[in-house]
């Protein structure tokens, strides 16, 4: 998993997602709970599948002009990016089977 820790811009963050491959944004933040929990699922999720999906943390503490692009007013938010389109996004979390089957449905 990478987790960002500088500001992005919108533009950054579709630089990030423009690999053509799955990308899932995890926007938390260090002082929620959930979030403490999701990041197990995610680890769970990334050695289900391996080189299949690329898993970006962003705090959204560090992040004021994409929580605002974005209208984000709880964490965690879950966003599934294929290419540079969004296919998919969720307020709190799933389990890891769950999650690796919305991304096999919505990304191939």
């Known amino acids: 998993m990478e987790k960002v820790t500088e500001a992005l811009t919108v533009a950054d963050l579709a630089?990030?997602?423009?690999?053509?491959?799955?990308?899932?944004?995890?926007?938390?933040?260090?002082?929620?709970e959930p979030c403490v929990l999701l990041d197990e699922i995610l680890t769970e999720l990334e050695q289900r599948m391996v080189g299949?999906?690329?898993?970006?943390?962003?705090?959204?503490?560090?992040?004021?002009?994409?929580v605002a692009h974005f209208g984000f007013r709880s964490v965690p938010w879950l966003l599934l990016y294929n290419g540079q389109e969004e296919?998919?996004?969720?307020?709190g979390f799933m389990m890891a089977p769950e999650l690796e089957k919305v991304v096999r449905e919505h990304c191939g």
């Open 87 to 91: 296919v998919w996004r969720m307020h």
């Open 15 to 32: 630089r990030m997602t423009s690999g053509g491959g799955p990308v899932l944004l995890d926007f938390y933040a260090d002082w929620c």
């Open 52 to 66: 299949k999906i690329r898993i970006i943390k962003i705090d959204i503490d560090l992040q004021p002009a994409l």
